[in-house]
């Protein structure tokens, strides 16, 4: 599994203190940090950042460059600010993260992001939203996304097409189907786009406490569709070892062997079944419960790992 990490997110309190201050520290460590926690890959995620984009992006691109020697996705709705971060990068293959197959993003950031040989991440997100539907997923990019590409002879194996995870509070019913379109990518073009999803975008607006095991769980099923790359949070230890369990097929606990037994039958487009599982012992019943969410068999609420397990 390759890991985009996520941690330089504007989203985050630190970063946009650390951004105010010039505090080339904070990211620096922060990029140490998940590069030995095992990221593959650095996301710079600066939103729209429309005042001083001339200025920040080269300055964040040097300063994370200077500590490691990973790949940076630009991760902007600001086409210029990607630019400036492009034009600065001395190491490795960058990415953009991302276009959508809306008619001016797809204009555009593929021809940047061949410009500057990067590699880049497609939404399968059209004009009219993100479907619910597999199919219709795999329609974005079978009829929108690669054909641009091919447009304008954009290497296929620079492209990384992302199906697009949603909460499963108030999304519930994308989380199958994502599922679906992850194992149905990998067959839609000879040769395949590499496939990678925003995996915390899974529990967004999910009690904190709830999150990581959400994540962990979705990530083994994954997985188990054929996912080989992520935007995620490598300093998630649970999370890292979720994916060393289903990587090396550690069988030496009852939790690792569940979720080997979740994994392989994903792999084998089965559901996970009950009789997999030990009720009595709480870890265990917290990850079925969690399947169960993911696989839209029970209603999501905050409390669910407080509701009585169903089969």
């Not at 993260?97 to 997100?125: C, F």
Request: with cysteine; charged share 25%; hydrophobic share 45%.
């Amino acid at each position: 599994m390759l890991i985009i990490g996520e941690n330089i997110h504007i989203i985050s309190q630190g970063v946009k203190d650390a951004l105010r201050e010039k505090d080339a520290k904070f990211f620096q460590d922060l990029a140490v940090q998940q590069v030995e926690a095992g990221a593959w890959a650095l996301d710079l995620n600066l939103g729209p950042r429309k005042k001083d984009w001339e200025e920040v992006f080269p300055w964040l691109t040097k300063t994370v460059e200077a500590v490691v020697d990973v790949p940076l996705s630009f991760d902007s709705t600001n086409l210029m600010g990607i630019e400036a971060g492009l034009k600065t990068v001395t190491k490795n293959q960058p990415l953009i993260n991302s276009t959508s197959a809306e008619p001016v993003r797809l204009e555009k950031v593929p021809l940047l992001a061949k410009e500057y040989n990067a590699k880049l991440i497609a939404l399968t997100m059209g004009k009219s939203g993100i479907p619910v539907g597999a199919d219709e997923r795999v329609t974005i990019a079978l009829e929108a996304l690669i054909p641009r590409m091919l447009e304008i002879d954009f290497p296929i194996e620079d492209l990384i097409i992302d199906p697009l995870a949603l909460t499963v509070s108030g999304c519930q019913e994308y989380g199958p189907e994502l599922i679906e379109a992850v194992r149905t990518l990998q067959y839609a073009w000879d040769p395949p786009p590499s496939i990678s999803i925003g995996l915390s975008n899974v529990s967004n607006a999910v009690p904190h406490k709830n999150r990581p095991l959400i994540n962990q769980v979705y990530c083994v099923m994954l997985m188990g569709a054929g996912l080989q790359m992520m935007i995620a949070d490598p300093l998630d230890h649970d999370l890292m070892e979720c994916v060393r369990t289903i990587e090396e097929r550690d069988e030496s606990t009852a939790v690792g062997r569940l979720l080997l037994s979740i994994h392989d039958r994903t792999a084998a487009m089965e559901e996970p079944v009950i009789d997999d599982v030990d009720m009595d012992d709480p870890e265990q019943a917290a990850i079925w419960k969690t399947v169960q969410i993911l696989l839209n068999k029970v209603i999501y609420a905050d409390s669910y790992l407080q509701q009585e397990a169903m089969a």
